[in-house]
């Protein structure tokens, strides 16, 4: 717990983030049947909650003892949880593996609330012809693949308005990539380029929907600039707007 120097001083005397380790060495010695962690790391800085997220994954598999952890960081969340247990007004709403609320969201709350940045909404139209089916995104036609719709589910929803949902890591302005997704294109005007090392995160505005991409270091993409970008249509997600329940991952 990165505490040794620590023994010879009153309570009084620590940091809030020093008293919080020194009160999850106290629950470990204990060798209780069960660890209930409230916000553990919630009171450390950057860096020594990384190395104790570490700490408590190698724990756990040490121990062999149930812990129930509970957090508001996402990222402690898919990184140290077997299952997550995603809780809106005391209701629960889905229960499941990270990877698993990751790609297969129940609904909005959970779709928006797993990953980050989280996952963009905009305003569709779902529409049918000889094709298949299609979303009408203010205007640009985004065909959806024949795959994922066979079970004739969406039938109830042409004609209607929809949400789509897109992932900020699935959405790219790479020239390569643009040039292999054929319709799913789209002109947005860049409002932020926000260079985090080993990716750039854009937030764009298209046709009035703000979006978020994050693309490649070697984007030339800059505030203020006309881009087009892609997505994969696979890894579009559908919505009820109503009920925010999905339709379609």
Do not use: W
Not at 140 to 149: A, H
């Amino acid at each position: 717990l990165d505490i040794e120097h620590l023994l010879d001083r009153k309570p009084k005397a620590l940091s809030g983030g020093q008293r919080q380790r020194v009160a999850l060495g106290r629950a470990m010695v204990r060798n209780p049947a069960v660890f209930l962690l409230d916000e553990p790391l919630s009171n450390l800085d950057a860096k020594l909650r990384t190395s104790m997220r570490t700490e408590i994954i190698k724990l756990h598999q040490k121990l062999a003892t149930t812990f129930i952890y509970v957090t508001h960081d996402q990222t402690e969340a898919m990184t140290m949880g077997d299952r997550i247990v995603v809780m809106k007004d005391g209701i629960v709403q889905q229960v499941d593996t990270p990877q698993n609320l990751y790609d297969f969201p129940i609904n909005m709350f959970v779709a928006g609330f797993i990953g980050s940045p989280q996952m963009n909404f905009l305003d569709a139209t779902l529409n049918k012809d000889g094709n298949g089916y299609y979303l009408d995104l203010s205007g640009d036609r985004i065909d959806l693949p024949k795959e994922k719709t066979t079970d004739g589910k969406l039938d109830a929803y042409v004609g209607k308005k929809v949400k789509a949902g897109v992932r900020p890591e699935d959405i790219k302005d790479d020239p390569e990539f643009v040039g292999k997704q054929g319709e799913c294109k789209l002109e947005a005007t860049v409002e932020v380029s926000e260079l985090m090392g080993s990716e750039i995160y854009l937030y764009l505005v298209y046709k009035g929907n703000k979006m978020t991409a994050r693309v490649a270091p070697t984007s030339k993409a800059k505030n203020g600039n006309n881009v087009t970008v892609a997505f994969d249509p696979h890894k579009i997600h559908l919505f009820d707007p109503e009920t925010e329940l999905t339709i379609l991952n």
